[in-house]
């Protein structure tokens, strides 16, 4: 049986230092009190709809103003988009890099963070960390981001990037 992918659409948006926004989920969201990225699952009403990109950042856009209360103008041109996927392949995401935010969040409960702090969070406990935890798929997200050539804090892209391989080391080696 070949599984039908659930694709989640996430994004990084950075202060002018390079630390990245996180949002607090809300007592009616699974996981409540953890940390994860804004944006979420594609809503899409027709398969035809899924056959045009725009429906990516159209999606990610409705996401961002739903649960933050930025409104960001409409892309121009599709961003850099870094995959993680669940293992067994049936749960899909993408971050995808929309650059520096000057205005704040009006909505939820939010945060600007470095990559060490990053770390924290991931390894904080379940109602106060980043979602699944250290080395997981939204880490990862998060951390592709901060490696991105995107991200302007060069510090923080080459932490990252430190932080990535030494994830992807420790997962071969489980298996």
């Known amino acids: 049986m070949i599984a039908t992918?659930?694709?989640?659409?996430?994004?990084?948006?950075?202060?002018?230092?390079?630390?990245l926004l996180v949002?607090?989920?809300?007592?009616?969201?699974?996981?409540?009190?953890?940390w994860d990225l804004p944006g979420g699952g594609v809503e899409v009403t027709s398969n035809e709809?899924?056959?045009?990109?725009?429906?990516?950042?159209?999606?990610?856009?409705?996401?961002?103003?739903?649960?933050?209360?930025?409104?960001?103008p409409p892309l121009q041109r599709m961003p850099a988009m870094y995959p993680a996927v669940i293992k067994g392949g049936s749960d899909w995401a993408f971050a995808i890099n929309l650059g520096i935010v000057e205005p704040v969040p009006t909505k939820g409960?939010?945060?600007?963070?470095?990559p060490a702090e990053l770390v924290d969070l991931a390894n904080g406990p379940l109602g106060?960390?980043?979602?699944?935890?250290?080395?997981?798929?939204?880490?990862?997200?998060?951390?592709?981001?901060?490696?991105?050539?995107?991200n302007p804090?060069?510090?923080?892209?080459?932490a990252a990037g430190e932080m990535l391989k030494k994830i992807q080391e420790e997962q071969l080696n489980i298996q």
């Open 23 to 34: 949002k607090q989920r809300g007592s009616d969201e699974s996981l409540p009190g953890d």
């Open 153 to 158: 804090n060069p510090a923080y892209r080459a």
């Open 128 to 150: 106060n960390r980043l979602v699944s935890g250290y080395g997981k798929r939204m880490h990862r997200l998060c951390l592709r981001l901060f490696a991105s050539r995107d």
């Open 5 to 19: 992918p659930k694709i989640g659409l996430f994004g990084g948006l950075f202060d002018k230092d390079g630390k």
């Open 109 to 114: 409960k939010w945060r600007y963070v470095s």
């Open 49 to 72: 709809a899924t056959l045009d990109e725009r429906i990516i950042s159209e999606e990610l856009l409705r996401e961002i103003e739903e649960e933050t209360g930025l409104i960001l």
